[in-house]
C-alpha cells in the first residue's frame, strides 16, 4: 500500500511538472512572438524613415517619367554609413536608376534602430523607390 502511495505520490508530481513545463514552453513561445512582431514593427518604420531620407536627397532627372520605380538593396554598417547600394529591379529608365543609387548615398547615414537585433536585420535591406509614394 505505502509503494502504491508512493508511485501515485510521484506520477501526479510528474504529472504537475510536465504541465508547468508546457505552460512555461507557452509563455516563452508567446513571449518570442510578441518579440518578433515588435521587431518587425520596428523595422517596417524605420525602412519608412530611410525612404523618406532618401527622397528628401533625391533630384529628378529630367528624363524621368513620374511613374518609375525601382527596387535598391542598400548595405550598411551600425551607424547606418551606406557602403553600398545597387539597383536590384531597374526601372528601365537608366538616369532614374542611377539618380536612386545617388540619393541613397547622400542620404547616408541613414536612419538606423539603436536595438541592435533589430540592427542586424538593417546590413542590408531592400525597398521599393518610387517617387511620391510616401
Known sequence: A????????EARRKAAEQELQARLA?????????RRSAMQRMV????????EKVQQKWIKPPSSGSELSCTVEVRLIPGGEVVDAKIVRSSGNPAFDRSVEAAVFKASPLPVPPDPDVMEKFRTIRFEFKPGSL
Open 2 to 9: 505505502e509503494a502504491e502511495r508512493k508511485r501515485k505520490e
Open 26 to 34: 507557452a509563455e516563452q513561445e508567446r513571449m518570442a512572438a510578441q
Open 44 to 51: 517596417d518604420e524605420y525602412v519608412l524613415h530611410i525612404k
